[in-house]
C-alpha cells in the first residue's frame, strides 16, 4: 500500500513539473503616459465617429504566432499578433507617426527624422534616437539577420547611413537618390535597444522574441501589447498605456482594453463561432457569404472591399522547360496571348469565387500604382476563337484525334501544376484545361503539395515544371518589391530564370529591366507613375503570364457590438486597430 | 513477472531505433522542407534557414546527430517554426492555469477511455442478457451508429447542432470574478478569458461543458466496439455448461450472470485495455482538429503541416512508445486476470 502512495505522489509531482511552466506578466497599473505632442486621431477618419473606451474584442486567428519577432516574423499568423504590438515611424502615405516630423534633403539622398518628444515603448520607456540607429544598424543591416526588410533597405548594393543627431533626431543618408527609401523606413517597426542589444550582441537575434518568451521582456510602439499567450488556445492583447494617439477629445486610443485571438485552425469551425457570438470579426470566404448575409437580423455586417491588386493570381509557363518543342512554344507571344484569350476569368470568378473578384491582364503592384483600368491597356477577354487563330498562326494544326499537333506531329500537351488543398487553385486549373481542351490543347492538371510546387518551381535551374497555376502574394506597398519577379535577374523570375544570363533576352524583358531600374531611382511620384504605367503595359502585351483575376476583400463583423471597424489587413490582423471600439 | 516486465521494456530499446531511423528518413525522404516555403519570398532568406537548420546536412550525419542528442541529453532537437525545443513544444508548453498539450492529452484520452468503458461496458451486458428482444436491436443500431460515423464528420455537425440548432451562444451569465460577461461557446477548451484565468469552480464547469464534446467524439467508435465486444463475450461465457449447470442447480438469474458469467466475460476485455490506450491517442487527433483541442496531437499536426522535422520525429516517437507500452500492459493485465497465464 505504502508504495503505491509514493508511485501516485510521484505521478502528481510529474504532473505539476509539466504544467507548471514559467509565465511572466505585466505589472498591471495602467497608469496614462502620452508623448508631449501626441498624434492626433481625427474624427473624419472614424466612421462611427469617436467611441467610448473600455470592453473586448475576439477575433480568432488561423494559428499559433511562430516568433513574436516583428523583423524575422515571415507569415500571418504571427503577423497577425506582432502588427498590433509594433509601428513605424511613418506610414506609406508620408504621415509621420513615431516621428513627429521629417525632412528629405534637396539632394532627395537622406530624410532627416525628429521623434516625437516624451514617446515611450508600451514598457514605459522612453524612445530615443539610439533606438532607431539600432533597429536600422545593428538589426536590419546586420549580415546575421534574417528578414525580408533587408531588401528594400538596399540601393546600389548598399545600405543607407544612419546617424543619431540629437537624442530625439535621427538622419538616414542613402548613397544615391532612392525611391524606395521612404516605402522601406514605413515598413520598419521600431525595436527597443534595452530589450534586444544583449541578444544582437550574442548574435541570436534571429531567435529573440520567440513564443516562450515571457511578456515583460517585449515592448513596442502599437496600440497594444502582449499580455498572455497560450500556446494552442489562444494570444491576449491589453491596451498600450503609454500608446501615442489621441482622438480629438483628447482620450487616449486604443479605445479597446483588451484584445483576444482564439487560435482557430478549422475554417468551418471559425464560422461556426462567429454565428455563434464567441467573435465579432471574422473575414469569411466567398462561400460563406449568403449564410452570413442571413444573420444580418442579429447583427452580422458583411463588407465588400473593392479588388485589391496585392496578389497575382497567374498560370506561368516555364521557358526554360527542356522539352524543346515545349520550349519554343512557351516562348512565342503569340502562344502565350492565345492562352490569355482562353481564360475564362469571368467564369472562375463566378464558379470559384462567388463572383467576388475582378478579372486582371496584367500585373498589379499597390493601388497608387495600379494604370490597369485605364483605356488603351490591354486586355484578353475570353475569347476561344481568337486564341484558336493564333495557335493557327503559329502552325500548331489540329490532328485527328482533335488535339493540335507539333509541325513534327507530336500532340501539344504539358502538365499544369496546382497546389493541393487549394479549392480555388485546383477548380481554376480544371476550368482552364477544359477550355484549352476546347481548342485543341491537351494540359493535365496535376495537384501537388504546395511544397512539391515550390521546388519544381524555383528547386532548380531551369526548373522542371511545364506550367503551373499558383498565387504570387506581396508586393504591397512599394512597387520596388516585385522586383524579384519581373527584372530578368530577379530571384523569382521563375518563368524564364534564362534571361538572368544575358542571353537571348526579348527587347520587351530589357525595357521592362531598364524601367523598373528607373522608377527605382526616381523620387518624383508622377515620373515614377509613367515609368510604372509603360512597364505595367509592356508585360500585359507580352503576358509573360497570365493574369487572371484580384479577389474582393471580405469581411464580417457584428455591427451590435463593434464601432468603427475599417477591415483587416489580408484578412489576418484588424486595418485600424486604435480606433475599434466597443458598443 | 517483474523480470519478464524488465526485460520487455528493455527489447523496446531496439524496437525504438528502428521505428526512430523509419521516422527520420519518413521526414527525410517528403518533397520539400521547413524551408521551401521561403524561396517564395526570397532565396537568401531560404540559404539563411537551410543552414541554420543543417537540413543541408547529408541525411546520416543529421540522424546521428539527433540520435546523439537524445541519448546523451534527452534533447530531441527543436522546433525549426518555434525557435524551442521539442520537448517543450509537444509537451510542457503552457502553463498551471491553461494546462500544457501532455496535461490536456492525457486528460481528454483517459477521461474519454474511463467514460467510454464505464457506459459500454454495462450496455454490452444489458444487450447480452436481452438478446434477441427490441432493446438488444436498439442498442446494436446505437454501436453500428457509433462504428459507422467518421468522428470528423460527427465533430462538425455536432458543433453545427449546438450553434444552429440549440444557439447555445445566447446562454451568457456573468462571472463571480470580475463581472466579465460569458456566453457559452463551442470548440476550445474555454470560453472567453478563461483559459489564462485562475482556476475556479466556474472554470471548472466551463471546462466540463466542452470536454463532453470531445469525448463523445473521440470515444463514439470506441464505446461501439467495446460494448459489442462485451456483448459477444458473454453470450459465448452464458452458453457455456458451467452455466447450464448453475441454472440447473435453481442459482437465481442475477447471480448467474454477475457472479459466475460476468466474471469470466472481463477477463478478455480487461486484457484488452491495454490495446485501446494507443487507440485513444489516436482517436484524439481527428477531434483535436476540429475541436480545436490544444492536445499534443493538434502540436504533432501542426507541425506535419509546416514540415517542422524535428517536431514530427518527436511526435512520432511519441505515439510508438505509446502503443509499445500500451502492449505491454495488455500482456501484463492479461497474466494478472488469467491465472493460466505466467510469464517466466
Known amino acids: ?583 | 513477472m517483474l523480470g519478464y516486465a524488465l526485460r520487455r521494456l528493455l527489447y523496446t530499446i531496439p524496437l525504438l531505433l528502428v521505428i526512430s531511423v523509419i521516422v527520420f528518413l519518413i521526414t527525410a525522404l517528403e518533397p520539400g522542407n521547413f524551408c521551401t516555403p521561403l524561396r517564395l519570398q526570397d532565396e537568401a532568406l531560404y540559404q539563411q534557414c537551410v543552414k541554420s537548420t543543417g537540413i543541408d546536412q547529408p541525411l546520416p550525419l543529421q540522424y546521428g546527430l539527433w540520435l546523439w542528442g537524445i541519448v546523451t541529453r534527452l534533447d530531441f532537437g527543436y522546433s525549426f517554426q518555434n525557435q524551442q525545443p521539442v520537448l517543450v513544444q509537444l509537451f510542457t508548453a503552457g502553463d498551471w492555469n491553461s494546462g500544457t498539450p501532455l496535461f490536456w492529452t492525457l486528460v481528454i484520452s483517459f477521461g474519454t477511455m474511463i467514460l467510454t468503458w464505464l457506459l459500454a461496458v454495462p450496455l454490452g451486458i444489458y444487450a447480452a442478457t436481452h438478446r434477441g428482444s427490441w432493446r438488444d436491436y436498439i442498442v446494436n443500431f446505437m454501436g453500428f451508429v457509433g462504428l459507422s460515423i467518421p468522428s470528423f464528420f460527427l465533430a462538425i455537425a455536432l458543433l453545427w447542432l449546438l450553434v444552429v440548432v440549440f444557439q447555445v451562444g445566447q446562454q451568457c451569465w456573468q462571472l463571480a470574478q470580475g463581472g466579465e460577461t460569458i456566453c457559452l461557446g463551442v470548440s476550445g477548451l474555454f470560453d472567453g478569458n478563461l483559459v489564462s484565468a485562475p482556476w475556479s469552480w466556474e472554470k471548472f464547469l466551463n471546462l466540463l461543458w466542452h470536454l463532453w464534446p470531445a469525448m463523445l467524439v473521440i470515444g463514439a467508435a470506441n464505446f461501439a466496439a467495446i460494448m459489442r465486444y462485451m456483448r459477444s463475450e458473454l453470450l459465448t461465457v452464458l452458453s457455456e455448461p458451467y452455466i447450464q449447470t448453475a441454472r440447473a442447480k435453481g442459482v437465481s438469474e442475477r447471480w448467474v450472470i454477475y457472479r459466475h458469467a460476468l466474471k469470466n466475460a472481463l477477463n478478455p476485455m480487461i486484457s484488452m485495455l491495454g490495446y485501446w490506450l494507443p487507440l485513444m491517442f489516436e482517436g484524439t487527433l481527428v477531434a483535436a482538429m476540429i475541436l480545436q483541442l490544444p492536445t499534443v496531437e493538434r502540436v504533432y499536426w501542426t507541425a506535419l503541416r509546416q514540415g517542422d522535422q524535428y517536431v514530427i520525429m518527436g511526435g512520432l516517437l511519441f505515439f510508438s512508445t505509446v502503443l509499445i507500452l500500451g502492449n505491454l500492459l495488455s500482456d501484463l493485465l492479461l497474466a494478472w486476470v488469467n491465472p493460466k497465464i505466467r510469464y517466466q
Open chain 1, 1 to 583: 500500500m505504502k508504495r503505491k502512495v509514493y508511485t501516485l505522489l510521484l505521478i502528481t509531482a510529474m504532473f505539476l513539473g509539466l504544467i507548471g511552466g514559467a509565465h511572466g506578466s505585466i505589472a498591471t497599473g495602467q497608469q496614462t503616459s502620452l508623448p508631449n505632442t501626441p498624434f492626433v486621431m481625427s474624427a473624419v477618419q472614424m466612421p462611427d465617429g469617436m467611441g467610448q473606451r473600455g470592453g473586448t474584442l475576439t477575433m480568432d486567428i488561423i494559428d499559433n504566432p511562430k516568433t513574436f519577432n516583428p523583423i524575422t516574423q515571415n507569415e500571418a499568423s504571427s503577423s497577425a499578433v506582432t502588427s498590433l504590438l509594433n509601428s513605424t515611424l511613418i506610414d506609406n502615405t508620408g504621415t509621420p507617426l513615431v516621428a513627429e516630423s521629417f525632412e528629405v534633403s534637396a539632394d532627395q539622398t537622406s530624410v532627416t527624422l525628429t521623434l516625437r518628444s516624451g514617446i515611450r515603448f508600451s514598457d514605459g520607456t522612453p524612445v530615443t534616437a539610439d533606438d532607431v540607429v539600432f533597429t536600422l544598424e545593428d538589426v536590419i543591416f546586420n549580415p546575421q539577420g534574417n528578414s525580408t526588410l533587408t531588401d528594400a533597405w538596399q540601393v546600389a548594393g548598399q545600405f543607407p547611413k544612419v546617424e543619431a543627431l540629437a537624442s530625439q533626431t535621427v538622419r538616414i543618408t542613402a548613397p544615391i537618390p532612392f525611391s524606395g527609401l521612404l516605402s522601406a523606413i514605413a515598413s520598419t517597426p521600431i525595436l527597443p535597444k534595452h530589450l534586444l542589444a544583449d541578444a544582437v550582441q550574442a548574435g541570436r537575434f534571429n531567435s529573440a522574441w520567440g513564443v516562450g518568451t515571457s511578456p515583460s521582456q517585449i515592448a513596442g510602439l502599437g496600440p497594444f501589447r502582449l499580455q498572455s499567450f497560450t500556446p494552442g488556445q489562444q494570444v491576449v492583447l491589453e491596451r498600450n498605456p503609454y500608446y501615442w494617439k489621441v482622438d480629438e477629445n483628447g482620450t487616449q486610443l486604443p479605445y479597446v482594453d483588451r484584445i483576444i485571438l482564439p487560435i482557430v485552425t478549422d475554417d468551418n469551425v471559425r464560422l461556426l463561432r462567429f454565428s455563434n457570438g464567441q467573435t465579432d470579426i471574422y473575414p469569411p470566404r466567398p462561400e460563406d457569404i449568403p449564410v452570413l448575409r442571413q444573420q444580418s437580423s442579429q447583427g452580422v455586417s458583411v463588407i465588400v472591399q473593392p479588388a485589391g491588386t496585392v496578389d497575382s493570381n497567374v498560370v506561368a509557363f516555364n521557358q526554360d522547360v527542356q522539352d524543346p518543342d515545349l520550349r519554343a512554344l512557351f516562348r512565342d507571344v503569340r502562344f502565350r496571348q492565345a492562352m490569355a484569350y482562353a481564360a475564362n476569368r469571368q467564369g472562375m470568378i463566378s464558379a470559384n469565387l462567388n463572383s467576388l473578384g475582378e478579372p486582371r491582364y496584367g500585373p498589379g503592384i499597390s493601388v497608387t500604382f495600379w494604370i490597369g483600368d485605364q483605356a488603351g491597356f490591354p486586355t484578353f477577354e475570353f475569347n476561344l476563337t481568337k486564341a484558336g487563330q493564333l495557335l493557327d498562326q503559329i502552325g500548331l494544326t489540329m490532328g485527328a484525334d482533335g488535339w493540335r499537333q507539333f509541325a513534327n506531329g507530336r500532340r501539344v500537351e504539358f502538365t499544369l501544376l496546382t497546389v493541393q488543398g487549394s479549392t480555388v487553385l485546383v477548380n481554376d486549373a480544371v476550368l482552364f484545361a477544359n477550355d484549352l481542351a476546347k481548342i485543341g490543347i491537351k494540359a493535365n492538371v496535376r495537384p501537388l503539395d504546395l511544397n512539391a510546387v515550390i521546388d519544381q518551381l524555383v528547386g532548380s535551374q531551369p526548373p522542371q515544371y511545364e506550367a503551373v497555376r499558383i498565387t504570387i502574394t506581396g508586393g504591397d506597398g512599394d512597387p520596388n518589391l516585385l522586383r524579384s519577379v519581373y527584372q530578368s535577374t530577379g530571384a523569382l523570375h521563375f518563368w524564364k530564370y534564362s534571361d538572368g544570363s544575358g542571353q537571348d533576352v526579348p527587347d520587351w524583358q530589357l525595357q521592362v529591366d531598364q524601367l523598373l531600374e528607373q522608377q527605382a531611382q526616381s523620387l518624383d511620384l508622377s515620373e515614377r507613375f509613367d515609368l510604372l504605367s509603360r512597364f505595367q503595359t509592356i508585360v500585359a502585351q507580352n503576358q509573360p503570364m497570365i493574369f487572371l483575376y484580384n479577389a474582393q476583400g471580405l469581411e464580417a463583423y457584428r455591427s451590435d457590438r463593434v464601432g468603427n471597424f475599417t477591415g483587416t489587413v489580408q484578412n489576418t490582423t484588424l486595418l485600424n486597430p486604435e480606433i475599434v471600439f466597443r458598443k
